[in-house]
Nanobody, 124 residues
């Protein structure tokens, strides 16, 4: 069964940090471009970060640039999203998605595997 699983969400105070993990079953992430997305209540889904398996490019949305870092550990078959300086507006369900075409993060990505999401809540 092909599956992506996110973990690491939770409740954190403003200014705090969390590290989200995205791992897979049924396939390995090595040759997939991985994207992180989030969706807050009443808002559209936002693509916030990407790491390419082909050219190692990374992408960050302006809303998270300088605060979030994406990385991958192929030995652990995991892609991470390290989040620092969290703000209440970062509150959302965070999803990872896999693009099997090894697209550059600055090209046209096609995500055909999605996880179920992990909730991140930033509140005092």
């Amino acid at each position: 069964q092909v599956q992506l699983v996110e973990s690491g969400g939770g409740l954190v105070q403003p200014g705090g940090s969390l590290r989200l993990s995205c791992t897979s079953s049924g396939f390995t992430l090595d040759y997939y471009t991985i994207g992180w997305f989030r969706q807050a209540p009443g808002k559209e889904r936002e693509g916030i970060s990407c790491i390419s398996s082909s050219d190692s490019s990374t992408y960050y949305a302006d809303s998270v640039k300088g605060r979030f870092t994406i990385s991958r550990d192929n030995v652990k078959n995991t892609v991470y999203l390290q989040m620092h300086s969290l703000r209440p507006e970062d509150t959302a369900v965070y999803y990872c998605a896999a693009d099997p075409y090894e697209s550059s993060c600055y090209g046209e990505t096609v995500y055909d595997h999605w996880g179920q999401g992990t909730q991140v809540t930033v509140s005092s």
